[in-house]
């Protein structure tokens, strides 16, 4: 069971240049989220879905696009990427019991 | 807004040390309580949750109880060991932000052999 995949592992982005981190989950959930994980600050949420064809601004979206074409999927889109994105992003779904699983994370680093 | 106030880290400890990690939070309604649990390059995995007040939550010797009266959960665990290395991070959801989980800043814990 693979749970929450997310690819690549790693990046390196120069400033300006965009790039798509992809998310996919097999578990049927239908809400699924992005969060960036920057030392001393936790988690915070970028974007949200609650279905397919649903998404919705979290605490900070700026400078992030995201889509939901179906279930399985919920990539995050970085639309010219600044030195200020450099952060691990985490991407999650919920069951219906509002338990989150994780995938296991991109770090990102813009110079 | 709800929000989740941990304590800082890091700690420090010695196996079989008591553990103790504050968690407060603050909802307007009747949220669900997690504590979810880092290993190094690795994605958060839940540990334990609690769904209603003066519920306990427990999981591989670890324990929170649910207390609406002083809106805490905080995270205990009698005998630490050193695998119990880890960022250990309180969180809410299910209050009337529906799916939307609050996280707070984590709290690094190193256990000394």
């Known amino acids: 069971n693979a749970g929450v995949t997310q690819t690549p592992k790693f990046q390196v982005l120069k400033t300006g240049q965009s790039m798509t981190l992809q998310c996919a989950q097999d578990m049927n959930h239908e809400y699924m989220s992005w969060y960036r994980q920057d030392p001393g600050m936790g988690l915070r949420l970028i974007h949200y879905s609650v279905g397919a064809g649903i998404t919705d601004q979290g605490e900070v979206p700026n400078g992030y696009n995201v889509s939901r074409s179906t279930t399985e999927d919920f990539p995050l889109r970085l639309l010219s990427a600044a030195p200020s994105q450099t952060s691990v992003y985490f991407c999650?779904?919920?069951?219906?019991?509002?338990?989150?699983?994780f995938g296991q994370g991109t770090r990102l680093t813009v110079v | 807004g709800n929000s989740v106030t941990q304590m800082e880290g890091p700690v420090t400890l010695s196996e079989e040390a008591f553990l103790t990690i504050n968690c407060t939070y603050t909802a307007t309604g009747y949220p669900s309580l997690f504590w979810y649990v880092q290993y190094p390059g690795e994605g958060l995995q839940l540990l334990l949750k609690?769904?209603?007040?003066?519920d306990k939550g427990s999981n591989k010797g670890f324990e929170a109880t649910y207390r609406k009266e002083t809106t805490s959960f905080h995270l205990e665990k009698g005998s630490v060991q050193v695998s119990d290395s880890a960022v250990y991070f309180c969180?809410?959801?299910?209050?009337?932000?529906?799916?939307?989980?609050?996280f707070g800043a984590g709290t690094r814990l190193f256990v000394k052999a």
């Open positions: 999650a779904s919920m069951s219906a019991i509002s338990e989150a699983f």
């Open positions: 969180a809410l959801s299910g209050d009337t932000g529906g799916f939307k989980t609050i």
């Open positions: 609690a769904t209603k007040a003066d």
